[in-house]
């Protein structure tokens, strides 16, 4: 190798390390013109400020609260990403929800488009991003945060709630053209979508509900099924853990059938801190309904249901429920997956989508979609 070439290699090399190991250079919120795609980015966003009288938690979250008060009239979240950096494949979008500014990434072409709803308030929607990168061969995907999810941005605590949620899916899917869409929801996101659908029928060609429940469960009961997983020794260590996010980081390993790599678990698991502590700001302000059993009947939209056999968090009962309560709905349990089969089974994740949503597409050999369960146990 002549040494010109030898020279250039080694400096692409120093220059990746760099930037992986400095802070992002562009943050999400840099995108701020709502007519902006991937080549038309802005500068740098600004730093957050801290809410008044806040307590440095020593996460990176400023929040007037503690542990055991939740009432608080502002909150700050925040930024953290995979696509932090900007990102060529991506094309970004800004737009105003209620007078909030939201921001999404939409990725992929096609008449088809699919709006993601992620898991509890205060998840960044990246863990879901890359996991469903495949969709975007077939339709367009939009990912977003909600007004209390990923990037900081100060409101009124009491402003969260499911409808408030539900009203930021109506503003991106008015935003990119008011057409009819799929809505792929995870974990919480699933009453979210639920609660959208009800409310906007016409508006809901199909949903995939992975992972969750007619119903908010209070996340101390999730808890406990944790917890019962642990062995006497990981007990004992995890009752004396103080610090929520090593408390989260502990149990998160047993939201899998097998624990993915370490990488991928520091993501989540940060995640799913801001996860415990929205959950709290939710549980305060919210006053509406938790369960949407008795309204399910109602709901005529043909829906997949997604269930890992392993999921502690919303147990295969769980989501049994939820298609028996559906007129129209199919169940899928994926044999080899916890919480996450999206990460655990992506193959199989992403085949189940594709041939639902060809199944439910009008021009082809439809199948019926009534309830039934559809086992995925198959010879690796």
């Keep these: 190798m002549k040494p010109r070439v030898l020279w250039s290699v080694v400096l692409v090399f120093v220059l990746a390390e760099a930037l992986i190991a400095s802070p992002p250079l562009f943050q999400r919120k840099s995108f701020t013109d709502s007519s902006a795609s991937g080549n038309?980015?802005?500068?740098?966003?600004?730093?957050?400020?801290?809410?008044?009288?806040?307590?440095?938690?020593?996460?990176?979250?400023?929040?007037?609260?503690?542990?055991?008060?939740?009432?608080?009239?502002?909150?700050?979240?925040?930024?953290y990403s995979y696509h932090d950096v900007w990102m060529p494949d991506?094309?970004?979008?800004?737009?105003?929800?209620?007078?909030?500014?939201?921001?999404?990434?939409?990725?992929?072409?096609?008449?088809?488009?699919?709006?993601?709803?992620?898991?509890?308030?205060?998840?960044?929607?990246?863990?879901?991003?890359?996991?469903?990168?495949?969709?975007?061969?077939?339709?367009?995907?939009?990912?977003?945060?909600?007004?209390?999810?990923?990037?900081?941005?100060?409101?009124?605590?009491?402003?969260?709630?499911l409808k408030t949620m539900a009203d930021d899916i109506e503003a991106v899917r008015q935003a990119l053209g008011g057409e009819s869409?799929?809505?792929?929801?995870?974990?919480?996101?699933?009453?979210?979508?639920?609660?959208?659908?009800?409310?906007?029928p016409d508006a809901v060609k199909r949903l995939i509900l992975a992972n969750t429940s007619a119903e908010i469960e209070n996340y101390k009961e999730i808890e406990t099924r944790l917890t019962a997983s642990l062995s006497p020794k990981e007990l004992d260590a995890f009752n004396n853990l103080s610090d929520e996010r090593a408390r989260y980081q502990m149990l998160l390993p047993h939201c899998f059938k097998k624990a993915p790599d370490g990488q991928t678990l520091d993501h989540i698991g940060y995640s799913l801190y801001f996860d415990?502590?929205?959950?709290?700001?939710?549980?305060?302000?919210?006053?509406g309904q938790f369960s949407f059993r008795g309204e399910l009947r109602d709901l005529k939209t043909p829906t997949l249901v997604i269930a890992g056999r392993y999921d502690l968090?919303?147990?295969?009962?769980?989501?049994?429920?939820?298609?028996?309560?559906?007129?129209?709905?199919?169940?899928?349990?994926?044999?080899?997956s916890g919480h996450y089969p999206q990460i655990e089974e992506n193959y199989m994740f992403i085949q189940q989508i594709r041939q639902f949503i060809a199944q439910t597409t009008r021009g082809l050999d439809a199948v019926s979609v009534r309830t039934g369960i559809v086992n995925t146990d198959t010879a690796r």
């Design 40 to 79: 038309k980015s802005a500068g740098p966003s600004k730093d957050a400020p801290a809410a008044k009288d806040a307590k440095e938690t020593g996460s990176g979250v400023s929040a007037a609260t503690t542990a055991d008060d939740t009432d608080t009239s502002t909150v700050w979240w925040p930024a």
């Design 90 to 161: 991506l094309t970004y979008r800004s737009l105003k929800s209620n007078g909030v500014d939201l921001y999404c990434e939409i990725e992929g072409h096609g008449r088809e488009m699919a709006i993601v709803v992620q898991g509890s308030p205060g998840i960044p929607h990246d863990y879901l991003h890359p996991m469903l990168s495949t969709l975007s061969h077939y339709m367009r995907v939009v990912y977003f945060d909600r007004r209390f999810d990923g990037l900081p941005k100060g409101l009124p605590a009491r402003s969260m709630s």
């Design 181 to 200: 869409v799929t809505l792929i929801a995870h974990g919480f996101g699933g009453p979210v979508a639920i609660n959208y659908t009800l409310r906007h």
């Design 276 to 287: 415990s502590l929205s959950r709290r700001y939710f549980f305060a302000h919210e006053s």
């Design 313 to 336: 968090v919303s147990p295969v009962s769980q989501s049994q429920q939820l298609a028996k309560s559906l007129s129209d709905s199919r169940l899928v349990v994926l044999e080899h």
